[in-house]
Nanobody, 119 residues
Framework: QVQLVESGGGLVQAGGSLRLSCTFS????????MGWFRQAPGKEREFVAS????????AYSDSVQGRFTITRDNAKNTIFLQRNSLKPEATAVYHC????????????WGQGTQVTVSS
């Protein structure tokens, strides 16, 4: 069974930076596409970024393009989300997710880590 554990959340001032981490276990890591999603209070969960199993392909939502960077370290079964120039609207619970090879959905999810950006 896949387990995903996020870390690195906290309180940061607007304009600051923060790096989130997500550790993966339970399956061969480098076969999964990994992603980050977030859910702000009162809003639906939204896609933030994804990275292919080898790391050559990344995708970002328009709202974070150019400010967030997703990377992965397959040797450590970990993905990262580096977030720069943070805005208050980035306040949310951030979840990492895994999409198994051959499937079309992110079927495994972490519990999430809270990020609060103060203005």
């Amino acid at each position: 069974q896949v387990q995903l554990v996020e870390s690195g959340g906290g309180l940061v001032q607007a304009g600051g930076s923060l790096r989130l981490s997500c550790t993966f276990s339970g399956r061969t890591f480098n076969t999964d596409t990994m992603g980050w999603f977030r859910q702000a209070p009162g809003k639906e969960r939204e896609f933030v970024a994804s990275i292919s199993r080898i790391g050559g392909n990344t995708a970002y939502s328009d709202s974070v393009q150019g400010r967030f960077t997703i990377t992965r370290d397959n040797a450590k079964n970990t993905i990262f989300l580096q977030r720069n120039s943070l805005k208050p609207e980035a306040t949310a619970v951030y979840h990492c997710a895994a999409r198994a090879l051959g499937t079309g959905v992110f079927g495994s999810w972490g519990q999430g880590t809270q990020v609060t950006v103060s203005s």
